[in-house]
């Protein structure tokens, strides 16, 4: 894992987001308290992280898939953005309960050392832009990116015409079961969604009325959409929960929704370094806002019809 240096009070920053010990779905995060911003106290930052990978994938097992360190070593771990489910004292990533689709900063103080390793960890997956999709200019289709890289569409088997990925499919009995429990966890209906490719389908989901038969500015819809990837993953079942908005115009799209969904891309789609964006910065003093400085779910803000 490549290492990279910066000024301390960037790392500071990295500190003051959050560590996360988590279960994916209900358990809270760990706060940042004052202590864990002291461990790094006057650290220079150097070494590497000794994982044995940078990318992780999700296994369809019943067991808990943990990922650790290869070398033991005493000291304090922490992660950026929030989502990554790592043990602060081992170090020790639950892969299948951390968010997918993301790449995480990673940091390690050594106890009693004066340097921190920093490097990048990504548990691999789709996720969406956070962004204003404007019908007027043909922005129709929300497209899923394949690992935190722009333009890098989901593994498919429509080109090379073999089994291919799995998006949103009815027929699978493992799907069914868990949205029969969580029955608000359903996509809306009238909602279409490409079950090879994972395209989601802005233009009818206004004319299929998925925001109602007339579309009040500033209606919700949110669901969670099942996957399997035909990648390393082996197709084990992923998902990830989607935030839809309706508006009829730009112009209507309330600013701090547009911070929030600018804040979401930046920390979601930027190059995995640690030095941290003007985003991270704002999510040290988040407060109560601490949905607004996650980077999920990905708000789709649908304008026009």
Not at 196 to 210: E, K, M, P, S
Not at 250 to 259: D, T, Y
């Amino acid at each position: 894992m490549q290492s990279i240096s910066f000024p301390l009070s960037a790392l500071t920053l990295v500190v003051g987001l959050v560590l996360t010990s988590c279960q994916k779905d209900t358990e809270p995060g760990v706060n940042v308290t004052p202590a864990m911003v002291s461990a790094i106290g006057n650290s220079s930052v150097s070494g590497t992280l000794p994982y044995s990978s940078t990318v992780f994938y999700y296994r369809e097992q019943a067991e808990a898939y943990i990922e650790s360190p290869q070398k033991n070593q005493s000291g304090t771990y922490g992660a950026s953005p929030k989502g990554l489910v790592i043990n602060p004292t081992t170090g020790a990533i639950d892969v299948n309960k951390s968010e997918s689709g993301l790449t995480y900063q990673v940091w390690f103080k050594p106890t009693g050392s004066s340097e921190t390793s920093v490097g990048a960890v990504t548990i691999a997956g789709i996720n969406f832009q956070s962004r204003i999709y404007n019908l007027a200019l043909g922005d129709a289709f929300a497209k899923p990116l394949y690992n935190v890289q722009n333009n890098v569409a989901a593994p498919s088997g429509v080109e090379s015409k073999v089994a291919g990925s799995e998006f949103a499919n009815d027929n699978d009995k493992a799907i069914a079961a868990l949205l029969n429990v969580n029955t608000q966890q359903k996509k809306p209906k009238g909602l279409e969604i490409d079950s090879q490719l994972g395209t989601i389908n802005l233009r009818r989901a206004v004319a299929n009325g998925v925001f109602g038969d007339n579309p009040v500015d500033g209606t919700v819809r949110n669901f969670r959409l099942y996957y399997r990837l035909n990648d390393a993953s082996k197709k084990a079942l992923n998902y990830i929960d989607v935030r839809l908005h309706y508006y009829s115009r730009v112009s209507a799209v309330p600013s701090s929704l547009l911070s929030q969904a600018s804040y979401k891309s930046s920390a979601t789609f930027r190059t995995a370094t640690p030095t941290p964006t003007v985003g991270a910065a704002m999510s040290v003093t988040e407060g109560n806002s601490n949905e607004a400085r996650t980077p999920r779910p990905p708000d789709i803000i649908i304008v026009g019809d």
